[in-house]
């Protein structure tokens, strides 16, 4: 069985422009979480989507925003991208809200 | 907010040794989860647990629940060079729906 894919896995942008991940959860799954990992750090969470509404937002400005599909997947959008946006960009799935979190491989963002 | 705290932070063994990490947090958790990360990767899901007290294995590693509710503690037996990574504990209370994670502990095995 699949597991959690993202895409792209690598990408490169500038200060000002406009980004979007993209997520598909382990078939099943109706939950995914988006999470933030810097460099050095722990994953911090950024958005949960249950039944394709948000049931859980971290301490991200409104630049950044998601959305889930009727299919599950899941979409994250970052607005007016700044140097400090760079990170790795973690999608989780699980079979409820309060599940165990599965993770893909994540999206290697750097801002320029 | 919550926070969790991880130790040691860095760790250096030699090949067969066992390993011992704890996870602290200021808040009382219903569940742990313990993952492992290698570089460039996602975190997998070593284990989870559920219950205060509750001891859990895999294979090498085995993990508990604390009974205050607020730690929880990882072993590994007998290190081998493929348990080289970082080990990231993630706990939820009763009122969240996200799992908090902690900064992680790096650990290296030499042969």
């Known amino acids: 069985d699949a597991g959690v894919t993202q895409s792209p896995t690598h990408l490169i942008k500038t200060r000002g422009q406009q980004v979007t991940l993209r997520c598909s959860p382990i078939?099943?799954?109706?939950?995914v979480s988006w999470y933030q990992q810097v460099l050095g750090q722990g994953p911090q969470f950024i958005f949960q989507?249950?039944?394709?509404?948000?049931?859980g937002r971290g301490n991200f400005p409104d630049r950044f925003s998601a959305r889930q599909f009727p299919n599950y997947s899941s979409e994250l959008n970052v607005n007016a991208l700044l140097l400090g946006d760079s990170a790795l960009y973690l999608c989780?799935?699980?079979?409820?809200?309060?599940?165990?979190?599965?993770f893909g491989e994540g999206s290697r963002l750097t801002v320029l | 907010g919550q926070q969790l705290n991880q130790s040691p932070q860095s760790m250096f063994i030699q090949e067969g040794e066992d390993v011992s990490m704890n996870c602290t947090s200021s808040?009382?958790?219903?569940?742990w989860l313990w993952y492992k990360q290698d570089p460039g990767e996602g975190p997998v899901l070593l284990i989870a647990?559920?219950?205060?007290?509750e001891l859990t294995s895999n294979g090498r590693l085995t993990a508990q629940f604390g009974i205050t509710r607020k730690d929880s503690f990882l072993n590994i037996s007998a290190s081998i060079p493929s348990d080289v990574g970082i080990y990231f504990c993630?706990?939820?209370?009763?009122?969240?729906?996200?799992?908090?994670f902690g900064p992680g502990t790096r650990l290296s095995v030499l042969p």
């Open positions: 993630a706990g939820r209370d009763n009122y969240g729906q996200n799992f908090v």
């Open positions: 647990l559920y219950k205060a007290g």
């Open positions: 989780a799935s699980s079979l409820l809200t309060a599940g165990e979190l599965f």
């Open positions: 078939s099943g799954h109706k939950s």
């Open positions: 989507y249950y039944e394709k509404e948000e049931r």
């Open positions: 808040s009382i958790f219903n569940t």
